[in-house]
């Protein structure tokens, strides 16, 4: 009889200490996310007619001015439900898709702040685009702590009015 009491208490405090409080931190995280993917949903509608393009050459047809090199940074960091399924899915190997939406949030918020800063220089375009990825590592370990830094830039242009 002991060892059922013992059983069902250490099943009571596991599911206390460990479960409980990854679904509060999943819902929690969800709700940020969902938020923030809002805002950058809205922000990228308002930005659409802004080009942005890899390559380093302009129209040559047209009448061109640099106004500056524009940047945009941004970490993001993911919940501890996050980490704790990564950590879980690295033990067996595969596809770590916890990770793709921070990820994908810290590409386009980057994107965005880079664009805001090139409209702010009243620019018609932003060429010789680049994007930077890093994880961040931290600790005795050296582990990743599931926090991405995303770093892009480029030169913002204005096309001379006909």
């Not at 969800?30 to 509608?45: G, M, P, V, W, Y």
């Not at 047209?62 to 500056?68: L, N, P, S």
Request: aromatic fraction near 8%; glycine fraction near 8%.
């Amino acid at each position: 009889m002991e060892d059922l009491i013992g059983l069902i208490i250490g099943i009571i405090a596991f599911l206390l200490f460990t479960i409980v409080p990854l679904f509060i931190w999943y819902k929690i995280g969800k709700h940020f996310e969902n938020k923030h993917f809002a805002d950058i949903i809205e922000r990228e509608k308002r930005m659409i007619d802004l080009a942005v393009t890899p390559s380093d050459t302009v129209d040559p047809n047209r009448k061109v001015e640099a106004v500056g090199m524009v940047t945009g940074h941004v970490v993001i960091g993911s919940d501890p439900f996050k980490r704790y399924i990564a950590n879980l899915v690295n033990l067996i190997g595969g596809r770590i898709s916890v990770f793709e939406a921070p990820l994908d949030r810290a590409r386009r918020e980057s994107m965005l702040r880079m664009k805001e800063q090139a409209l702010r220089l009243k620019a018609d375009e932003v060429v010789n685009f680049r994007m930077e990825t890093m994880s961040i590592c931290g600790g005795k370990s050296d582990q990743p702590l599931g926090i991405v830094e995303v770093v892009v830039y480029g030169t913002a242009v204005r096309y001379a009015r006909s």
